[in-house]
């Protein structure tokens, strides 16, 4: 039998294409099972549907080009307002008291992750009725594993270079909200 020669395909928008459209396959999604017992990272114990933001800081300099701003974040988190009783903010830095005072009026329950690791954050994600993602391929995998969450990805994901790669994201939206999404 000849030996199998593994293709490898070169970062970028094929790359992209091919690992959206494989996430997406129940077959795939069934080896990434999500265990059971959030409990401990969402205490109080609570059963109720949440939204989760993804805000990523920490290592923007190093991996990408835009920043999603915080008044991006809560513009789409307040749109859910009434919708789901809990937010869940995971971060990798701090996240400023002015970000969560401007969620608590609209919410019963804001809860804050600042550095909990990567598999925790992941169950997080895919355990959320509402997932608002950041500009990175984490929160987008994350979003794939969650079929039954409504998700909002950002418009912009770059600066202006390699936009071109964006387009298997946003083939995958059926839809982006109507209006403004900054803060109000």
């Given at each position: 039998m000849p030996a199998r020669r593994a293709v490898v395909i070169p970062d970028?928008?094929?790359?992209?294409?091919?690992?959206?459209?494989?996430?997406?396959?129940?077959?795939?999604?069934?080896?990434?099972?999500?265990?059971?017992?959030?409990?401990?990272?969402?205490?109080?114990?609570?059963?109720?549907?949440?939204?989760?933001?993804?805000?990523?800081?920490?290592?923007?300099?190093?991996?990408?080009?835009?920043?999603?701003?915080?008044?991006?974040?809560?513009?789409?988190?307040k749109r859910f307002a009434g919708l789901v009783a809990r937010v869940v903010i995971l971060s990798d830095s701090d996240v400023p008291a002015a970000f969560v005072a401007a969620l608590e009026p609209h919410f019963e329950q804001v809860l804050v992750r600042v550095g909990i690791?990567?598999?925790?954050?992941?169950?997080?994600?895919?355990?959320?009725?509402?997932?608002?993602?950041?500009?990175?391929?984490?929160?987008?995998?994350?979003?794939?594993?969650?079929?039954?969450?409504?998700?909002?990805?950002?418009r912009q994901w770059f600066d202006g270079r390699d936009r071109e790669i964006e387009a298997p994201i946003h083939a995958r939206c059926s839809f982006e909200l109507l209006g403004s999404l900054s803060a109000r």
């Amino acid at each position: 039998m000849p030996a199998r020669r593994a293709v490898v395909i070169p970062d970028g928008v094929e790359k992209m294409a091919v690992a959206l459209a494989a996430l997406e396959k129940p077959t795939i999604q069934a080896r990434f099972p999500i265990p059971a017992g959030l409990d401990d990272l969402l205490a109080p114990p609570d059963a109720r549907p949440y939204l989760c933001l993804h805000v990523r800081r920490g290592d923007y300099v190093n991996v990408a080009s835009h920043l999603v701003s915080d008044a991006e974040f809560i513009g789409s988190a307040k749109r859910f307002a009434g919708l789901v009783a809990r937010v869940v903010i995971l971060s990798d830095s701090d996240v400023p008291a002015a970000f969560v005072a401007a969620l608590e009026p609209h919410f019963e329950q804001v809860l804050v992750r600042v550095g909990i690791g990567a598999f925790a954050s992941h169950r997080i994600m895919r355990g959320a009725r509402v997932l608002v993602c950041s500009n990175s391929q984490f929160s987008l995998i994350a979003a794939l594993l969650n079929p039954t969450a409504m998700v909002l990805v950002p418009r912009q994901w770059f600066d202006g270079r390699d936009r071109e790669i964006e387009a298997p994201i946003h083939a995958r939206c059926s839809f982006e909200l109507l209006g403004s999404l900054s803060a109000r």
